[in-house]
């Protein structure tokens, strides 16, 4: 018999409740994570990857694109849906910039939890709280999961 | 910045055609870990013609009508003082590989608070038949003299 892939199962909807934790991930960011982001998004400015650049308009350093970690603190709510098509709306405000240092990079955290449930579309609001150097980096971060 | 930019609305881009390998290297860069987003047997088993390209992909598309933006003439954005202030995605569809996008951008709003302006730039992001995939809405905050 030939070998297959199963489809992923999505989350039981009826088993969450809000404030629900759902999913929660380290991330561990270096001068090399900004440069590949750079590289695959195509967002070139440079006080992304040089410090002169970031000083001279003067920042605290090197920042991570605001748009890399947007898209990888969605990462961890892809894999408890299950399939990242079940992602229908997605929106953030930064806060505040995540200095990623040349030698020690930056440690981001991520946690996910239910923040409402839309029992009609079997839609979740899912919260994150993004954080920095214990500092939230990310506002108003919400995922919309459908489950139908 | 030029407060008669708002309800301006720009050309489409030129059609934009997704790659796996672009999926896969920007799956990579956004530390994605979900199989579907690069195992193109995964994406078919799960219902999907091709790979699935991560939630925030669209900002790939979605930065060629910045570009336009920000060439404007008349805009008067300096882009050395440019801040990203928030940014959604609304999706009718997930983008997948193979698919050809265009976006067109409309500047839904131009605000001033001080010496500060802000821009709400919406792009809509559609395939080859035109149909919807995303709506990109990005708010750029230009900072003004210190």
């Known amino acids: 018999m030939p070998e297959t892939v199963a489809a992923p199962a999505a989350p039981d909807f009826d088993a969450l409740a809000v404030g629900d934790i759902v999913a929660e991930r380290e991330f561990h960011l270096t001068r090399d994570s900004l440069v590949r982001y750079a590289g695959a998004s195509g967002d070139f400015n440079p006080i992304h990857y040089r410090d002169d650049v970031a000083a001279s308009v003067g920042l605290p350093g090197v920042l991570a694109h605001g748009m890399l970690t947007m898209g990888l603190a969605v990462q961890p709510v892809v894999d408890w849906a299950g399939d990242p098509a079940r992602v229908a709306d997605y929106q953030v405000r930064f806060t505040r910039p995540v200095v990623v240092d040349p030698e020690t990079g930056a440690d981001v955290s991520v946690t996910a939890k239910v923040g409402q449930l839309d029992a009609e579309a079997r839609a979740v609001r899912v919260d994150l709280t993004v954080s920095f150097e214990g500092a939230t980096v990310l506002g108003k971060a919400q995922v919309r999961v459908v489950l139908a | 910045m030029n407060p008669e930019l708002q309800g301006r609305e720009f050309a489409p881009t030129a059609p934009y055609l997704v790659g796996r390998e672009k999926v896969r290297e920007f799956a990579r860069a956004v530390f994605a870990t979900n199989p579907i987003n690069v195992d193109v047997d995964a994406a078919r088993a799960a219902g999907h013609a091709d790979i699935v390209a991560p939630p925030t992909f669209a900002v790939v598309v979605q930065e060629h009508t910045l570009a336009q933006l920000l060439a404007e003439p ?26 050809e996008l265009t976006a067109t951008l409309t500047v839904s709003s131009v605000k001033t608070l001080g010496a500060h302006s802000m821009v709400t730039a919406e792009s809509v992001i559609t395939d080859a038949g035109g149909a919807h995939v995303v709506t990109a809405i990005s708010t750029l905050v230009v900072r003004g003299d210190d």
């Open chain 2, 74 to 99: 008349d805009a008067g954005i300096d882009f050395t003082r440019v801040v990203h202030g928030d940014q959604r995605f609304t999706s009718t569809r997930p983008i997948v590989a193979g698919d």
